[in-house]
Each structure stands twice: as structure tokens, then as C-alpha cells.
């Protein structure tokens, strides 16, 4: 298995997160508290070591591209 179980339940989270930051309007603070952080700002470090970019930018990038891909289908 490769993985310590700690890991494999920081990356399911990350899963978890990117998908609620694509499909909902929960704030960055309430999903950070879902997820089990302690707080919104060791939430929103521990995703953009992740993934690069952080929480809103994520919103804002996937949001985006979701909306470009409707008004290119018209």
C-alpha cells in the first residue's frame, strides 16, 4: 500500500475539498470546519501545498471553466 493511513485521509480530503469548492457555495471557513481543520487558514495552507493554488482561486479557476464550457455549447 505504499501510503500511511494519515496521508490516504489528507488526500481523500483534498478529493473531498476540491470537489465542495467546484459544486457548492459553502464558505471557505464552514468546509474547512466539515473537513475537520482546526482552522480556515491551516485549511487553506494545507491545500495550496497541494494543489498550487489556493481554496478561491481553485472556486474561481473551476467555476470559470464550467462557465466557458456552457456559453462554447450554445
Partial sequence: Y???PYK???SKKLD???ELLKNTDIT???LSSQLGFCDSHYFS???KQRSGISPLQY???TRAH???E???RR
Fill in 28 to 30: 471557505i471557513s464552514d
Fill in 59 to 61: 472556486r474561481k479557476s
Fill in 8 to 10: 490516504y485521509i489528507l
Fill in 2 to 4: 505504499h501510503i500511511t
Fill in 45 to 47: 495552507n494545507f491545500f
Fill in 66 to 68: 464550467i462557465i466557458n
Fill in 16 to 18: 473531498l475539498a476540491a
Fill in 70 to 72: 456552457v456559453t462554447e
